[in-house]
């Protein structure tokens, strides 16, 4: 038996044989219970890790038929009422019951935790091995859950290290050639990795690339005094000894010289850096979109190194300070964000209950980086954070905790009303007392609302109102969300001119550092410019595609097919696209004849009837929900 999580969800049995594994909803489960490794996971567990906080009625008597099916698929010849030796009963749960050998998620783990004790060519081979077993995503038909986004960031910094420990391990065979392009792979990826750096700029300049070597150095220096950070000692070391030619000298540990680098961030003496460097990334989070990119990376380093201290105060700070208000609830780093909840809750449970500020900015943290996760915590973290804000009397404390309560308000259709009074708050605060983020932040999310509303007119004075803010202080990313306004302000008037602004505007969004926002949004809005009975051959929706396959299927006479993905597409993500996802759902429904898909749509959009679908995210129309209901 042999399973994999570094990617898909599959695996073979001993023979070599495929598991008959079935829907995303099957490997969903299957991964759930491999990352409790070997822990019973209760049956409301389980379903908390499916459907998130809404279940259907159905979900416990789902999650027996998903188990088993998946008893059959790990052991197709055990005798009927024979008890499973796999997949098991345990309580009011189940385990799943596998030696490490069996899946790649823990060998991975074991070969590189062995790696640290090998000499260079048998660790580098180890490394090696363990690496090849990524083959994508972790627990890729999990989606956003928040056990996957967790189980994920974990894998991801592994994965990080044994990539920086097998180039070191390539110098010390002799072979630098081969440690460069993984380690610019992953300074892509993290660009304040200093291990990373030196590792790098060692490997070029034994490979004869010294100037190149210099460039790598150069790089990480400028990125951290973009924060106010100085290089390590390290850094500027080597950077000396290659403009001097100069061989520095070799240690016996390859690992510990360049592990060594990376303790600065969280030496005692940091604590007054790390909290002037949120203010920094703060500023560039609102800068444009290269700021954003290099905030959002660096702060999950932060975040990292303030946790490590063991002080909640600090930590509340650090994390606290970084009130950086969000226009859209699907997090652009799922891992990321579900780390900084994770250190902003751990925070939470050590401040005492009087440091009511901390508390405050900490719960609306947590409300912020949970978006789109439909969990409990995100809900109550931001009417907690409300609710000291209120009784602390800040008014920037309250339009951030008011923001946060925005993004946790997109959870079930037709709420635009809802978040435009919040929004109306935000306006009012941020106008009276000079703050120009939280101002944005709700003129944009009431040109959300009044486009979601129908009232189009409204939306353009909004969506100029925001143009003179941002020009007046800076803020070049607001622009991305009035351009898109436009664009489906047309698409509802039903101008010609539709599907060109889309396309413009998508062009922009692009560069915008915001892949959380563009994935899937142009085919979503093209939709919305064809005529009804267009094919959508060519509009394929990323992470929204399940919602919008099955109308591609049926507008392509492909009725059957349809009818297939009907019957297992699931609820939609929380977020601004609700009801567009179910309007296609429901479009979907109407052409293949499929009663069952049509009451579900009917049923979630009623209290959205009076909205455009799509409206809610200011960013595209699929035309009047009422059009879809009877």
């Known amino acids: 038996m042999a399973l994999r999580v570094l990617g898909p969800t599959d695996g073979a049995l001993a023979d070599g044989t495929p598991l008959a594994l079935r829907g995303p909803r099957h490997r969903a489960l299957l991964g759930r219970l491999v990352a409790a490794r070997g822990r019973p996971v209760s049956v409301a567990e389980l379903s908390l890790s499916l459907w998130g906080e809404d279940p ?33 009963t345990a309580g009011d749960g189940y385990a799943l019951l596998l030696p490490d050998d069996a899946i790649d998620s823990r060998r991975f783990e074991r070969a590189t935790g062995r790696a640290a004790r090998l000499a260079p060519g048998e ?12 083959r994508g995503t972790p627990y890729l038909e999990a989606g956003d859950a928040i056990w996957a986004a967790e189980e994920r960031a974990r894998l991801a910094g592994l994965r990080d290290d044994a990539t920086e420990r097998r180039a070191a391990a390539l110098l010390a065979l002799g072979r630098p050639d081969e440690a460069v392009p993984p380690l610019r792979e992953l300074l ?7 291990r990373a750096s030196l590792v790098l700029a060692r490997a070029l300049d034994d490979s004869g690339r010294a100037a190149e070597a210099l460039e790598a150095l150069d790089a990480v220096r400028g990125r951290l005094a973009a924060l106010g950070l100085e290089p390590s000692r390290e850094i500027d070391g080597l950077r000396t000894s290659i403009l001097r030619h100069e061989r ?6 390859a690992f510990a010289r360049v592990a060594e680098a990376s303790a600065r961030i969280t030496d005692a003496h940091s604590r007054l850096r790390l909290e002037s460097t949120v203010g920094l990334l703060r500023t ?15 702060r999950s380093e932060i975040v990292d190194a303030v946790d490590g201290f063991g002080d909640p105060a600090l930590a509340a700070r650090v994390i606290g300070g970084f009130d950086v208000p969000s226009i859209w609830p699907r997090s652009d780093d799922e891992g990321a964000s579900a780390a900084v909840a994770a250190a902003a809750l751990r925070a939470l449970d050590e401040l005492g209950a009087d440091e009511m500020t901390a508390r405050a900015r900490l719960h609306a943290v ?99 109102a925001v143009d003179a803010l941002a020009d007046r202080h800076e803020r070049p990313l607001a622009r991305v969300f009035t351009r898109w306004n436009a664009a489906a302000r047309a698409a509802a008037r039903q ?19 915001m892949p959380g926002v563009a994935e899937g949004l142009l085919p979503l809005a093209l939709v919305g410019v064809r005529a009804d009975d267009a094919r959508l051959d060519d509009l394929h929706a990323g992470a929204y595609d399940p919602w919008l396959a099955p ?34 759902v429901a479009d979907a429904a109407r052409v293949a004849a499929h009663p069952r898909a049509t009451e579900r749509s009917r049923e979630a959009l009623e209290p959205a009837r009076h909205e455009l679908a799509g409206g809610a995210s200011g960013m595209l129309t699929l035309g009047r929900v009422a059009a879809r209901l009877p």
């Open 284 to 298: 560039l989070a609102v800068s444009g979109s290269t700021g954003l990119v290099e905030a959002r990376r660096q």
């Open 551 to 584: 109308l591609r299927h049926a507008r392509a006479g492909e009725t059957d097919a349809a009818a297939t993905l009907l019957d297992d597409v699931p609820d939609p993500p929380a977020g601004l696209l609700l009801e567009a996802l179910w309007s296609l």
């Open 248 to 253: 520095p000298r070799e240690d016996v540990d």
């Open 366 to 464: 947590v409300a912020v980086e949970l978006r789109g996760t439909r969990t409990r915590t995100g809900p109550a973290s931001a009417a907690e954070a409300v609710r000291l804000a209120r009784e602390l009397g800040s008014a920037e404390l309250l339009c951030f905790a008011l923001s946060a309560a925005v993004v946790q308000r997109c959870d079930r259709p037709g709420l635009a009303a809802e978040r435009d009074e919040l929004a109306a708050e935000v306006v009012a605060l941020a106008r009276r007392h000079d703050l120009p983020t939280f101002h944005l932040h709700g003129l944009l999310v009431r040109m959300q609302s009044a486009t979601a509303l129908g009232d189009l007119g409204e939306a353009a004075l909004l969506a100029s």
């Open 56 to 88: 259907p009625s159905g979900a416990t008597g789902a999650i027996r038929t998903f188990v088993g099916d998946l008893r059959l698929a790990l052991e197709p010849d055990r005798p009927p009422r024979r008890p499973a030796r796999i997949l098991t």
């Open 123 to 134: 660790a580098e081979r180890s490394l090696a091995a363990a690496l090849e077993l990524w």
């Open 495 to 513: 101008e010609p001119s539709a599907e060109a602004r889309y396309r413009e505007a998508a062009a922009r969004l692009d560069d915008a550092g």
């Open 188 to 194: 892509v990826r993290s660009p304040l990795r200093e």
